[in-house]
């Protein structure tokens, strides 16, 4: 069989591209000024950058309010504490992308539960938004590829938000590619 020409068939083969989810049951997601993260990666390694590839994300259950979807950012640093930028963080553990190989991410990754002595700002609104406040016919998934434009240098923490609160759940993967600094 030749080999491969996928775009990201040489990073992940290298293993150097993971994946954080959610799980199943979903997450409620904060407004882009909120302190609650509750999907979000942070970056706390000197040496490597965290290329954002593709962000899904799925309605799973609740009240849905009316608003769009986006990536907010805050920079962190490197530590924990009461009153550093970061004052919590449950962390998840990414897959890598070549599954049962490759790397451990040098990124921390959270499914669940962070917070933030201030809120976050909006980076990025993805476009995708819920139009209405029930389940059907409003969005149900989206996809978004990001495409080289947002990355994660060391000490940034981003995170899933909407441009309201969320009450409703969301199941959410979000692909990246370590990429060592020059």
């Known amino acids: ?27 409620a997601l904060p407004i882009s000024t909120g302190t609650a993260v ?4 942070w970056n706390t390694s000197t040496a490597y950058d965290a290329v954002l590839i593709d962000i ?18 805050q920079y962190c640093g490197f530590a ?3 009153a550093a930028p ?9 897959k890598n992308a070549y599954l049962g190989l490759g790397n451990a991410s040098a990124m921390r990754f959270t499914p669940s539960a962070a917070t ?14 819920n139009e209405i406040a029930t ?27 909407g441009s309201v609160a969320q009450t409703g759940l969301f199941t959410a993967s979000m692909t ?4 060592l600094r020059s």
């Open 1 to 27: 069989m030749a080999t491969m020409s996928s775009r990201y068939f040489s990073d992940v083969r290298s293993g150097n591209v993971f994946i954080g989810s959610t799980a199943a049951a979903g997450t």
């Open 38 to 41: 509750t999907f979000g990666l």
């Open 56 to 73: 899904d994300i799925g309605y799973t259950s609740g009240t849905i309010a009316i608003g769009e979807f986006g990536i907010a950012n």
């Open 80 to 82: 924990i504490a009461t």
């Open 86 to 94: 970061l004052s919590t963080f449950t962390d998840g553990t990414p």
């Open 116 to 129: 933030l002595t201030a809120g976050g700002t909006a980076a990025k609104w993805l476009g995708g938004s």
């Open 135 to 161: 389940a059907s016919p409003g969005v149900s998934n989206m996809h978004y590829e990001f495409n080289g434009k947002l990355i994660v240098p060391p000490g940034q923490l981003v995170f899933l938000c």
């Open 176 to 179: 990246w590619a370590e990429v």
